[in-house]
């Protein structure tokens, strides 16, 4: 399994990024995927999660409504759209692959995870 996140970077508060995720060494399209991301000095914190067929997405409280998580999976390729970023976004993002077609955000214990990319919010 090998997940590899691109598209961090900085980005002023109010403004957008997106993020992908390209999955290689499993069969994409029969596991949910999540992001998560974790900030210097906190715990991980559960940001989406998507269903292997992309038919059911679920969010954290603090992106509910920001962010967007969609999958490609004729691409293999997992995105996260992130909109009216806040300082508070600060984080090392990272993509993880769930063990089945469904996971429970923040509770479905994931196999896999990414090396991660960068997100910085701030004027």
């Known amino acids: 399994v090998q997940l590899v996140e691109s598209g961090g970077g900085s980005a002023q508060p109010g403004g957008s990024l997106r993020l992908s995720c390209a999955a290689s060494?499993?069969?994409?399209?029969?596991?949910?995927m999540s992001w998560a991301r974790q900030a210097p000095g906190k715990g991980l914190e559960w940001v989406a999660t998507i269903s292997s067929a992309g038919d059911s997405t679920s969010y954290g409280d603090s992106v509910k409504g920001r962010f967007t998580i969609s999958r490609d999976n004729t691409e293999n390729t997992l995105y996260l759209q992130m909109s009216s970023l806040k300082p508070e976004d600060t984080a090392l993002y990272y993509c993880?692959?769930?063990?089945?077609?469904?996971?429970?955000?923040?509770?479905?214990?994931?196999?896999?995870r990414g090396q991660g990319t960068q997100v910085t919010v701030s004027s």
């Open positions: 993880l692959k769930a063990p089945g077609r469904t996971a429970v955000l923040g509770t479905t214990l994931h196999d896999s």
């Open positions: 060494g499993f069969t994409f399209s029969r596991y949910a």
